[in-house]
T-cell receptor, first 115, second 120 residues
Framework: DTGVSQDPRHKITKRGQNVTFRCDPI?????LYWYRQTLGQGPEFLTY????????KSRLLSDRFSAERPKGSFSTLEIQRTEQGDSAMYLC?????????????FGPGTRLTVL | GESVGLHLPTLSVQEGDNSIINCAYS??????FIWYKQESGKGPQFIID?????DKRQGQRVTVLLNKTVKHLSLQIAATQPGDSAVYFC???????????????????FGRGTQLTVWP
């Protein structure tokens, strides 16, 4: 257990529905990252925050995806009008920007299945 | 930076043998490299990292080697144990500030992964 928690762990939804995932980082970590991982592939970067500011977004993050970190602590990732191609593991990671190596600690992930 | 790849998708070793997992990268600007281990149903777990100003770093039973000339990274696991069975990913990143190692590591670029299976 790295100290990063994600909720829910599993989500099954029907195509066209909206879903929201939550990530709680390690408490003193000011950086929070979202990645997506499909079967047999490595995680792909989606976006990251430093405190409440969203510093970078991947091209993978279409306009159906939105991430927030309103108080610089937990973060939410919302997917609107889900598509079958959104089925994946959504991973959250956190780090301390001023740490010696900036190691990213990953949560267990939320597995999304879109029917 | 998005072309991190692995030479072998699977690796099977006997318990007690040494394992070597290889990784190639293509982004010359990458200067920080990490190996992660991912067990089924879990998120990636940090194993060891190395900065581009080093060519070797050792941890407990693990060694990472970096060859910047050919853009190659390897992870060596000594005396492999059944608990080492997992998927191993290499990842790379760029510093956004050249002078400070500690700041501004952003996105990680992951390779595809190698499935390591350890037989008793």
């Amino acid at each position: 257990d790295t100290g990063v928690s994600q909720d829910p762990r599993h989500k099954i939804t029907k195509r066209g529905q909206n879903v929201t995932f939550r990530c709680d980082p390690i408490s003193e970590h000011n950086r929070l990252y979202w990645y997506r991982q499909t079967l047999g592939q490595g995680p792909e970067f989606l976006t990251y925050f430093q405190n409440e500011a969203q510093l970078e977004k991947s091209r993978l993050l279409s306009d159906r995806f939105s991430a927030e970190r309103p108080k610089g602590s937990f973060s939410t990732l919302e997917i609107q009008r889900t598509e079958q191609g959104d089925s994946a593991m959504y991973l959250c990671a956190s780090s301390l920007a001023t740490s010696a190596n900036g190691e990213q600690f990953f949560g267990p992930g939320t597995r999304l299945t879109v029917l | 930076g998005e072309s991190v790849g692995l030479h072998l998708p699977t690796l099977s070793v006997q318990e007690g043998d040494n394992s070597i997992i290889n990784c190639a990268y293509s982004n010359s600007a990458s200067d920080y490299f990490i190996w992660y281990k991912q067990e089924s149903g879990k998120g990636p777990q940090f194993i060891i990292d190395i900065r581009s100003n080093m060519d070797k770093r050792q941890g407990q039973r693990v060694t990472v080697l970096l060859n910047k000339t050919v853009k190659h990274l390897s992870l060596q696991i000594a005396a492999t144990q059944p608990g080492d069975s997992a998927v191993y990913f290499c990842a790379e990143s760029e510093r956004l500030q050249a002078q400070l190692w500690s700041l501004a590591l952003g996105r990680l670029y992951f390779g595809r992964g190698t499935q390591l299976t350890v037989w008793p």
